[in-house]
């Protein structure tokens, strides 16, 4: 059974820096694109970022030059580390295969505010 798990979201100011962590159970984790969404108050849900297997990332240009996504697939785990975040970037955050075939997570919300 395919679980996917995030975690590290949280409440920061303005300026400030969250690394999200994405636990993923599923058979050759390695292949796969992985992609983190968002989906802000009111909102549908929006990819923000993906990484192919062989490493190369793609982000949505709301998140370009402040964010970065990176995988381990020794632990079939993929990352968010969100630098500069703005109150825009608050959403609940969730990752996925970029096929967004997996089961949902739970998410993790991350709130940006003074």
């Known amino acids: 059974q395919v679980h996917v798990v995030e975690s590290g979201g949280g409440l920061v100011q303005p300026g400030g820096s969250l690394r999200l962590s994405c636990a993923v159970s599923v058979t050759f984790f390695e292949l796969a694109t992985l992609a983190w969404y968002r989906q802000a108050p009111g909102k549908e849900r929006e990819l923000a970022a993906y990484i192919s297997r062989s490493g190369t990332a793609v982000y949505a240009n709301s998140v370009k030059g402040r964010f970065t996504i990176s995988r381990d697939n020794a632990k079939n785990t993929v990352f968010l580390q969100m630098n500069s975040l703005k109150p825009e970037d608050t959403a609940v955050y969730y990752c996925?295969?970029?096929?967004?075939?997996?089961?949902w997570g739970q998410g993790t919300q991350v709130t940006v505010t003074t």
């Open positions: 996925n295969r970029i096929s967004a075939d997996l089961p």
